[in-house]
């Protein structure tokens, strides 16, 4: 009959259409700002690769390094509107979805990188994952890239000797805040330009790990570099909620399981880049090297410490006090 004849053709088309729902692809699309020969960029291309293997035509990987999709200051907004499902920002870049991670950005707060990791795993650094959830977006873990070094055009051995030099910062208040303890000037610019202001002499120095200096070519327009060790460069491995949930729960434990592990090799490329991107800046002697005896770091640390006080109630004093505690 008729109403059977339509039964059956509906069911028909039901299961053509579910079949091909389950067949379809998933994308992710992982944008970020440094080169491939880096932590991020090693650690991206290895989630690709696990990826890959493991869920072969079910989900597929494009990475996009060098701001080539979106720059810092887009791409979390991207993600929100779905143009991008996985980034890994620095974590001094979240400031209009959190001002918790702040904590990341307090000068001398953390003594190495294994304080870093302790604080991370420790039970405020994973409830931090959770900090931007109101915006829709979700912390899947951290990466790491290193401490910080100050480069700049000019000699710097105590804090007086930033007075009135210009440095490109991240879109970050804490680190505003930093350089104005040293009465320097701090212009937030995204990671795309440093290179071309540093050269153009449109500033005058910039905060970076090793590994951004030396892959970057920072220090090829930078006469000077001070090994300050002075804070902390990781990112926060980050995705939309609405995407990360749309995918089927058997797969999205493989691509979880699988982003943990290039995150696990991009923290051990971190490590190694940390003192192979140092010697190769220093034996290039394109940028000469300072390093601070402990009565000059000492200065250093007494200039910019009491940022940690202004902060305090956007970051939480508990917040703080774990961070101190894992040094
Ligand atoms: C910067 O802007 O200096 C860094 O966040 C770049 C990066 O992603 O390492």
Known sequence: SLTKNMLG??????????????????EIKFSHVVTENTPKGQ??????TLVEERLDGQV?????????????????EAMQLGD????????????KYTKKLQVFDLPFLFNDMAAVERFQQGEHGQKLLN???RKGLQGLGYLHNGMKQLSSSSEMT??????????????????AAQFHAVD??????????????LQTKAIDGQENTWSNIYSKKFFEVQEHITESNHGVLDYLVVTSRDFWYSMPKDIR?????????????????????SEVDKQRIAESKRATIKELSSEERQQWVEAMKPVWKRFEKQIGKNVIDAAIAAN
């Open 253 to 273: 434990k493989d691509v979880k399981t699988a982003l943990d592990e290039a995150i696990a090799y991009g923290n051990e490329i971190a490590s190694q880049k």
């Open 184 to 197: 320097a000037v701090p212009v937030k610019k995204p990671f795309s330009e440093v290179f071309t202001l």
């Open 131 to 133: 900090s931007i959830k």
């Open 9 to 26: 053709l509906t069911t028909a088309l039901l299961c053509a259409f579910s079949l091909n729902v389950s067949a379809e692809q998933i």
């Open 60 to 76: 597929v990987v494009k990475v996009f390094p060098n701001s080539q999709l979106f720059g810092d200051n887009k791409v979390l």
């Open 158 to 175: 105590t804090p007086a000797d930033l007075q009135g030099k210009k440095f490109r910062i991240m879109s970050s208040d804490v680190l």
């Open 43 to 48: 650690m991206a291309l290895k989630f690709k």
């Open 84 to 95: 991008v499902q996985l980034a890994a920002p620095s974590l001094s870049k979240f400031k």
